[in-house]
């Protein structure tokens, strides 16, 4: 079943900061994030492996419970640059199962 | 190739013609995936390939859609009989194994007229 995102939108103003919320009705074993500007493929941000696992890039962080079944991701100092739609992608375990399937996005628009 | 790569980039087709649309994956990468993203929507997983092999089809939408991958390469999603719901981008992409990133191609922006 599909992930769900919260917020679908978000407008910040450059310098601020902003959290993507993602939801899993099944049980996870990994979530992917990756972001995808207007007219382009999705990009590869980070994957989270584990219950409680964090990662960062950049500035882009995120995070994983697995006994909540949720990840979020969070983004300090937004910078114009990380406007686009932001995807996660849970996945679950064992052969057959590793696939993607991905929350309808947040898209997420930062003016100066 | 240094990065995934999906041929035709634009393809238009009349309704109830056949479509093959072609996705050379990162080389040494094992699995490799097909998506669908109509416009302005999200990703619809379609069916990936571990190795040769689809474990999982059940996002291929109807019998008119088919998909193979050969010598653990080249993949091929083939649409019989094209209707005009079709009309998408259809998104390859490949990773080192089941459970890495995946590395999408640009796509293919399929009209169906």
């Known amino acids: 079943q599909q992930p769900v995102q919260s917020p679908q939108a978000v407008i910040l103003r450059e310098g601020e900061d902003a959290v993507i919320n993602c939801s899993s009705s099944?049980?996870?074993?990994?979530v992917h994030w990756y972001r995808q500007k207007h007219g382009e493929a999705p990009v590869f941000l980070m994957i989270?492996?584990?219950?409680?696992e964090q990662k960062g890039h950049e500035k882009i962080s995120a995070s994983f419970n697995e006994k909540k079944q949720q990840s979020s991701l969070y983004l300090t100092a937004s910078q114009l640059s990380y406007s686009g739609t932001y995807f996660c992608?849970?996945?679950?375990?064992?052969?057959?199962?590793?696939?993607?399937?991905f929350g309808k996005g947040t898209k997420l628009s930062v003016i100066p | 190739g240094a990065g995934v790569s999906q041929s035709p980039s634009n393809k238009v087709t009349e309704k109830g013609k056949d479509v093959e649309l072609r996705c050379d994956p990162i080389?040494?990468?094992?699995?490799l995936y097909w998506y669908r993203q109509r416009l302005g929507q999200g990703l619809e997983f379609l069916i990936y390939?571990?190795?040769?092999?689809?474990?999982?089809k059940s996002g291929l939408p109807s019998d008119r859609f088919s998909a193979e991958r050969t010598g653990e390469s080249v993949s091929t999603l083939t649409i019989q009989r094209t209707q005009q719901e079709d009309s998408a981008v259809y998104l390859c992409?490949?990773?080192?194994?089941?459970?890495?990133?995946?590395?999408f191609g640009s796509g293919t922006r399929l009209t169906v007229v």
């Open positions: 992409a490949s990773s080192f194994r089941e459970n890495y990133g995946y590395t």
């Open positions: 099944k049980a996870l074993y990994s």
């Open positions: 989270l492996l584990k219950g409680g």
């Open positions: 992608g849970p996945s679950g375990c064992g052969a057959g199962s590793y696939q993607l399937t």
């Open positions: 080389s040494g990468h094992t699995a």
């Open positions: 390939f571990q190795g040769n092999s689809a474990p999982d």
